[in-house]
């Protein structure tokens, strides 16, 4: 195997036959900072979720999975963790769908009245459902540096107008789907991005999906506009580091403290309920 490159919470590696490996590490990211504490289990939920999400979405669009067997000379703590995955020509666009206001996209609201360029009604507070999910692209950039939002023209510069709407119909979709069947187990997924690239010309989803990485998953019988959420995700991290406990000034570019043991444990609950209430299956 050949170390190709390590990202906030995963390593990618070359096999001999030219298939990737990825593995998921149980490192939490926040704030554009990789912590120094652990999540444990973390990894390996994210992994079975994700391979859970991309066989029900199999017909929305095809995936980068080729299989989860680990390949030889790998370590045996790698299992469950681990994807074997075609090579994507990812697309530099962060595809971001959103169906409720909150975090980045209302604090652009506030200010513009309009998130990514698409003008939304007045009167919205933090968790207000929006009147249909919109795409809200972002930059991708690298870590340690922060994604910017694009307006759809943007996104149409940079990858061509067919590609952009591509994009734009693909995002929706998965989030609408997704968002159906949550909804039906008690979650609701107020945004969601996805990672996606080409495979021989065509439009595959890759890393993650559907994760409370890379969403926000709401308990739906506690949703109440107009304020924060309870949530499944990585928000109660976000939280605990602006707050006077942690002793983190976000602003002083100093890296963020590490994580409590409390707070650890009960990242990782959120973590396997998550996991729990959308597969139906226990985690073991």
């Known amino acids: 195997m050949k170390h190709l490159h390590s990202g906030k919470v995963r390593d990618l590696y070359e096999l001999p036959g030219g298939e990737l490996l990825l593995v998921a590490r149980d490192t939490m990211s ?34 980068h999975v080729i299989g989860t067997a680990l390949p030889d000379g790998a370590p045996a703590g790698w299992a469950g963790r681990s994807v074997v995955a075609k ?26 009245g309009s998130v990514c360029g698409v ?23 690298a870590v340690g540096d922060h994604d910017e939002p694009m307006t759809f023209a943007e996104v149409e510069k940079a990858v061509g107008a067919e590609t952009a709407a591509r994009l734009r119909d693909l995002t929706l979709e998965v989030y609408r789907r997704g968002a159906e069947l949550a909804l039906e187990r008690g979650v609701i997924v107020a945004d ?33 506009p107009g304020h ?24 002083s570019g100093e890296a963020p403290p590490g994580l ?7 990242t990782r609950a959120k973590y396997v309920e998550a996991y729990e209430r959308i597969t139906g299956r226990t985690w073991l």
């Open 30 to 63: 926040a704030y554009d900072y990789v912590l120094d504490t652990p999540i444990p289990d973390k990894g390996a939920i994210l992994t079975q979720l994700s391979l859970w999400w991309f066989d029900k979405l199999a017909d929305v669009a095809p995936n």
């Open 87 to 112: 090579k994507l020509d990812m697309v530099p666009v962060e595809c971001v769908a959103r169906g409720y206001l909150t975090g980045g996209g209302l604090a652009e609201y506030r200010r513009t």
């Open 260 to 266: 409590p043991a409390d707070v650890i444990e009960r």
């Open 119 to 141: 003008e939304l009604p007045e009167g919205l507070v933090d968790g207000s459902r929006l009147p249909e999910p919109i795409f809200t692209p972002t930059t991708k950039a």
């Open 228 to 251: 924060g959420q309870p949530s499944f995700d990585k928000q109660y991290v976000r939280d605990w580091l602006v707050s006077a406990e942690s002793g983190w000034d976000r602003s």
């Open 192 to 224: 969601t991005k996805i990672e996606v690239g080409f495979a021989d010309g065509v439009l595959t989803l890759g890393d993650e999906i559907l994760t409370p990485d890379s969403s926000r998953f709401w308990p739906a019988d506690l949703w109440e």
